[in-house]
């Protein structure tokens, strides 16, 4: 039985990307033009190449033996580690901005992973509660916010409220935040057009910044406050010039 990459992720319920991103890590598949075609390894494991005249395209499917090939199914799991560290770094990253504007926070995505109802971050301040999605995005990729993620994302938000009474009594506000700008304008249509219906929903961009940490003798440490202060630059910027 052959299957498309459609058939594979409705079969082992894990998302298209994941299973694109996992294949091309393998190797199995390559560009080739504008068209994604099979390489050796990806034949010796299942890929078979079409063709189609009415559209005039390449394309793969695969054997359904894929479903059980570990290979796969390891870089499968590879993937998703990978944008869950990638995703958990951002979310302190967030974290750690908003209790900096005076917020106190409930980092919901680490604490109940994949239960924590498509809410990262529950940021309090006086008597306004902000529900936070963070996506740490590729912004060259061609994967972006939708209008219909913003609708689940405030359906989400809504359902959470509704289950817990602790919430009763403050301005609630849902709030999409992104690493960079991948949002689709028919998002940023959708967010303005009930933000005139009196919804409270936004989006913010923060890009992810890594700061740069090494230990340091306090000999080294000297030479570096002189180099901040000679150029006017930050500690982290010394650090750099001295590596």
Known sequence: ????????????QVKEKTIIEAI??????????KWAVATQSGIEHGAIEKYNNRYKNKYVVWDDSILNNNIFLNSLLDVENKKIQKG????????DIYKSRGYTIAENGLMNGLKDDGIDIIA????????IQCKNWNQEGKWK????????FRTRARDYVENKK???GYKLQARYIV??????PSAIKHIEEIQKNGKRVDYEIIEFKRELTIKIDNEKYKKLVDIAQVNN???????????
């Open 1 to 12: 039985m052959q299957l498309t990459i459609k058939n594979i992720s409705e079969q082992i």
């Open 24 to 33: 091309y890590n393998l190797g199995w598949v390559e560009k080739q033009g």
């Open 88 to 95: 958990s770094e951002y979310e302190k990253f967030i974290a």
């Open 124 to 131: 309090k301040h006086d008597k306004e509660i902000v529900f």
């Open 145 to 152: 916010i939708t209008h219909n993620d913003i609708m689940i």
């Open 166 to 168: 602790i919430f009763k």
């Open 179 to 184: 690493s960079g700008n991948f949002i689709d």
């Open 233 to 243: 630059i930050s500690m982290n910027q010394a650090i750099e010039r001295l590596l």
